[in-house]
C-alpha cells in the first residue's frame, strides 16, 4: 500500500472500477460501513452522533455511515448541507437507504451529542469554506466534541495538506484505498489526527491502473535496490566516500556527514581539506581518512586519482564552497550537496543547473530544508505544496531532491516522489541534516540509485532518531544505524517488511 494517490487519481480508480466489476454503491457502502465501525471502535461510549453530511459522495459516505451507526444502536441525526432532493447518483441513494432524522445543517448543532462525524467535504473540495458550512465547522470545532473526518477533515485540501480557508480538525480520520499527500505533508497531517486507512475493495489492478508517481517512502519501495553486502567483496567495492571540509573551527558539519558516509556502508570515507582542519578532524576520528588538500581546486586531482568515488560538499563547507561544488560535479561518480552549496548558489539555480547537465548521467542528490531552497530559488522558485515544489525543483535542477522537514519529500526528476512520515520531533537538531547526506552517500557509494539511495537515507535516518529516542544530539545518529540496519536486514531476510 505505498502509492499514495492524488485527488484526481483517487477519482480516476473510482471511474475504473465499474469495468472491473465494482460499482460505485458497493465502494460507498464499504466506505461509509469503515467509518461507522472505526467510530465504534475508537469511540464504544458515544451513544449519540451527528453526522454532517455534505453535498458530494463525501456526505454520501455520512449517509451509510449514519445508517450503520443506527443499527448499531446509536442515536444519530444528519446534519445536511444540501436537501436530500439535490444529491446525485450514490449519494442520492445512500441518502434514501437512511430513515433516521435529517435537519438542515444550520438547524443542527452539536449539542447533546458525544461525537460528530464529519461527512461534508472529502476529495471533491474545490474552494474555500463559506457561509453555513463554514458557520458549522466552527461550531462543531468550538464544541469541543471529538470529530471523525471521513476521508480528509472538510476545508483541508486532499492534495497539498494546506487549507485555503476553515477547516475542521479531526481527532481520527477513516479515508480509503490509499493515503492522499494531504494525509502526510503538514498542516494536513496534524489536523488528520489518527489516520485509519481503509480497505474498501477497490482492486489492486485498478489502483495500479491510475500509475501513480507519489510514494509512502517505506523500504518496500526502495528494497530491492537496497545494497547486499557481497561476501567476498573488497572495501572498495562499497565505494569511497569524499567529504570537502571547510575551516578549522567549522569542522563538525563534515566531520558527521563523514560518520553518516561511514556508517551508510561506504566502504572508505576521506575528510579533505586544509590541514589545520584536518588536525581538528584528527583529534576526533579514526576509521575516516584524512587528505590534505589546501584549496577546494586540489579536489580535482584528488578525485581524478579515484575511479569511483561519491562527493560531499556543503556541510561546513565554508568560503571554497562553489569552487568545491565544482570539482565535485566534473569529478565524482555520484555528488550529494547539502547546506553552504545552496547559500553559494543562492538565487542562482540555473547555474548549479548549468553545471549537474554538464555530466547528465551522474547522480546528484541535493538535500535542503525549507530555508535552504527558498535561498537557491529565490523569487520565482517552484510553487505549490511541498510535494509540488520538491518534484518541480528535480525536473529544474535535473537532480535529486530530498525536501527535508517532518514530512521529508524525495523527489526524483523522472517524475517519482516520496513523502516519509516517520521522523520523530526530536530528529529537529543542528546536524541532523549532515549525517543524513552522510546516509545519503553511503549508499550512494554502494552503486544504489539516487532516488533509492535518498529515500532509503531518509527512512534510516527517521528510524536511528527513533533508536535514540528523546535527546538525540546529531553525533548519536550514525552510532544507531547498526542496530537500525540489522532490524531491517532481518525482516528482508524473513521476505517480510518493517514497516508496510
Ligand atoms: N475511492 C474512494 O476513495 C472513494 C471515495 N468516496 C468518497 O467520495 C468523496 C469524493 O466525493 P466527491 O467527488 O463527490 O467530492 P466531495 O468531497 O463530496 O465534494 C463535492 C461536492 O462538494 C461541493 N463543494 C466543493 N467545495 C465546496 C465548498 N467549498 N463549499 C460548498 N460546496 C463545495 C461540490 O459542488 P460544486 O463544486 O460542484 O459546487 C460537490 O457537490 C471522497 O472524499 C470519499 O469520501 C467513497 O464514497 C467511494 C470510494
Ligand atoms: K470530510
Redesign the pocket.
Known amino acids: 500500500m505505498i502509492e499514495i494517490l492524488s485527488?484526481s487519481e483517487?477519482?480516476e480508480?473510482?471511474r475504473r472500477?465499474p469495468a472491473e466489476g465494482v460499482a460505485?454503491e458497493m465502494?460507498?457502502e464499504?466506505?461509509?460501513r469503515a467509518v461507522a465501525e472505526a467510530a465504534l471502535a475508537r469511540w464504544p461510549q458515544a451513544r449519540r452522533v451527528l453526522v454532517l453530511a455534505?453535498?458530494?459522495?463525501?456526505?454520501?459516505?455520512g449517509y451509510v455511515a449514519a445508517r450503520r451507526l443506527a443499527e448499531s444502536g446509536r442515536t444519530v441525526a444528519v446534519a445536511a448541507?444540501?436537501p436530500v432532493e439535490a444529491l446525485r447518483g450514490?449519494?442520492a441513494v445512500m441518502a434514501a437507504r437512511w430513515s433516521g432524522p435529517t435537519l438542515p445543517i444550520g438547524e443542527a448543532g452539536p449539542v447533546d451529542f458525544d461525537l460528530v462525524v464529519d461527512?461534508l467535504?472529502?476529495?471533491?473540495?474545490?474552494?474555500?469554506?463559506?457561509g453555513v458550512?463554514a458557520h458549522a465547522i466552527g461550531r462543531a470545532a468550538d464544541s469541543g466534541l471529538p470529530v471523525l473526518a471521513?476521508?480528509?477533515p472538510s476545508?483541508l485540501n486532499?492534495d497539498t495538506g494546506a487549507a485555503a480557508?476553515a477547516v475542521l480538525p479531526a481527532t481520527l480520520t477513516v479515508?480509503?484505498?490509499r493515503l492522499k499527500p494531504g494525509h502526510l505533508l503538514y498542516p494536513g497531517r496534524a489536523l488528520c489526527g489518527e489516520v485509519v486507512l481503509a480497505d474498501?475493495g477497490?482492486p489492486g489492478s485498478v489502483v495500479a491502473g491510475v500509475g501513480a508517481r507519489t510514494f509512502l517512502n517505506r523500504p518496500a519501495l526502495w528494497r530491492t535496490a537496497f545494497p547486499e553486502p557481497n561476501p567476498q567483496g573488497h572495501k572498495y567495492d562499497r565505494g569511497h566516500v569524499l567529504v570537502w571540509s571547510g575551516p578549522e573551527f567549522a569542522t563538525g558539519a563534515a566531520r558527521l556527514a563523514a560518520l553518516g558516509a561511514a556508517r551508510g556502508g561506504a566502504g572508505a570515507v576521506t575528510l579533505a581539506g586544509p590541514a589545520a582542519a584536518l588536525r581538528v578532524h584528527a583529534a576526533h576520528v579514526s576509521a575516516i581518512m584524512l587528505r590534505p588538500a589546501a584549496r577546494p581546486d586540489d579536489l580535482h586531482a584528488i578525485l581524478a586519482g579515484r575511479r569511483f568515488a561519491i562527493a560531499i560538499v556543503g556541510p561546513g563547507a565554508g568560503d571554497g564552497v562553489e569552487a568545491a561544488t565544482d570539482a565535485a560535479l566534473a569529478g565524482a561518480a555520484a555528488c550529494v550537496l547539502d547546506a553552504d552549496v545552496f547559500t553559494a548558489f543562492a538565487d542562482r539555480p540555473n547555474a548549479l543547473r548549468d553545471r549537474i547537465a554538464e555530466r547528465p548521467a551522474r547522480p546528484v542528490v541535493v538535500t535542503p530544508h525549507e530555508g535552504e531552497f527558498g535561498r537557491l530559488f529565490g523569487q520565482g522558485g517552484p510553487a505549490g505544496s511541498k510535494l509540488d515544489r520538491a518534484r518541480e525543483a528535480a525536473r529544474r535542477l535535473g537532480a535529486t531532491v530530498v525536501l527535508k522537514g517532518p514530512d521529508t519529500v524525495v523527489a526524483s526528476p523522472d517524475g517519482r516522489a516520496a513523502i516519509a512520515d516517520n521522523a520523530p520531533p526530536w530528529l529537529a537538531t543542528a546536524g541532523a541534516g549532515d549525517t543524513l547526506a552522510g546516509f545519503c552517500a553511503g549508499l550512494l557509494a554502494q552503486g544504489m540509485p539516487a532516488f533509492e539511495a535518498a529515500t532509503a537515507a531518509v527512512w534510516l535516518h527517521g528510524e536511528a532518531a527513533r533508536e535514540v529516542g528523546p535527546g538525540l544530539i546529531a553525533d548519536d545518529l550514525p552510532g544507531a544505524l547498526p542496530a537500525v540496519l540489522r532490524r531491517f536486514q532481518s525482516t528482508v531476510a524473513e521476505g517480510g517488511d518493517s514497516q508496510p
Not at 455534505?54 to 459516505?61: A, E, K
Not at 467535504?121 to 463559506?130: E, I, K, M, T, V
Open positions: 485527488c483517487m477519482a480508480a473510482d472500477a460505485g465502494l460507498m464499504a466506505a461509509g455534505g453535498p458530494g459522495n463525501n456526505g454520501g459516505d448541507l444540501a450514490d449519494a461527512a467535504f472529502g476529495a471533491g473540495l474545490a474552494r474555500p469554506l463559506a458550512a471521513v476521508d480528509v476545508g486532499g480557508g479515508t480509503f484505498v474498501i477497490m
